[in-house]
């Protein structure tokens, strides 16, 4: 299983572009990265995904390293209403060969 | 808004009583998921269906029992629940989980919360 370690937590001010990093250090070669944020008392949302490289949308960019043995989101110009848990997940779920875990998760608190 | 509707919200059991907990998606994914997650933690995966048949049980005691009639629904089925068992609930479902592709997203629902007295 791909394990997972980022920040337990992160502060910021509003309008200030934050990163959050996130190890995964035995990812395997068909593992995707997936960035999800939660609310409390929420289920958690989609927020990005890639493989490799570079991948932006309008809310988030996530940049992977060649040795995809970590990424960061970036969320560009963060607001109030970011302040939420960001969990990094890494994996998926295959019927036969295994699953993804999520991790402890980065609380991120933006303020004014 | 949330493609993967989970009722009720709101749960409320004693130790002796049976309740069911339900989810829907219309999105047609073939795999559908129960998480439990406590207070500041992340949500632990307790079962995975794939094709209406289980594929990951995570081990979950007895009085937790998953039941998918069809491609589109999910029930948790609860039966002598223990004060500890008080979470959040959250369903989730995806597009596939067969072949060498994992893509990884899951979509949630709002989560059912249940506080067994």
């Known amino acids: 299983l791909a394990k997972t370690t980022q920040p337990i937590s992160m502060d910021s001010y509003e309008g200030q572009e934050v990163n959050i990093t996130c190890s995964h250090n035995?990812?395997?070669?068909?593992?995707?990265i997936t960035w999800y944020q939660q609310f409390p008392s929420q289920g958690p949302r989609f927020i990005i995904q890639?493989?490799?490289t570079k991948v932006t949308n309008e809310v988030a960019s996530l940049f992977i390293p060649a040795d995809r043995k970590s990424s960061t989101l970036s969320l560009p110009r963060v607001s109030l209403s970011d302040t939420a848990v960001y969990y990094c997940?890494?994996?998926?779920?295959?019927?036969?060969?295994?699953?993804?875990?999520f991790g402890d998760g980065t609380t991120l608190t933006v303020k004014p | 808004d949330t493609e993967v509707t989970q009722t009720p919200k709101h749960l409320v059991m004693g130790m002796t009583n049976k309740k069911s907990l339900k989810c829907e998606q219309h999105?047609?994914?073939?795999?559908m998921y129960w998480y439990k997650q406590k207070a500041k933690k992340p949500p632990e995966l307790m079962f995975v269906?794939?094709?209406?048949?289980?594929?990951i049980n995570e081990s979950v005691p007895s009085r937790f029992s998953p039941e998918c009639p069809n491609s589109s629904l999910l029930n948790l089925h609860l039966h002598a629940l223990q004060p500890e068992d008080s979470a959040l609930y959250l369903c989730?479902?995806?597009?596939?989980?067969?072949?060498?592709?994992?893509?990884?997203?899951?979509?949630f629902g709002e989560g059912s919360r249940l506080t067994v007295l």
């Open positions: 999105m047609g994914h073939r795999a």
């Open positions: 890639g493989y490799k």
């Open positions: 035995n990812i395997a070669t068909n593992d995707y």
């Open positions: 989730a479902s995806s597009q596939t989980t067969s072949g060498d592709q994992n893509t990884g997203e899951l979509f």
């Open positions: 997940l890494v994996g998926g779920y295959n019927t036969n060969a295994g699953k993804s875990t």
């Open positions: 269906y794939s094709y209406e048949k289980l594929s």
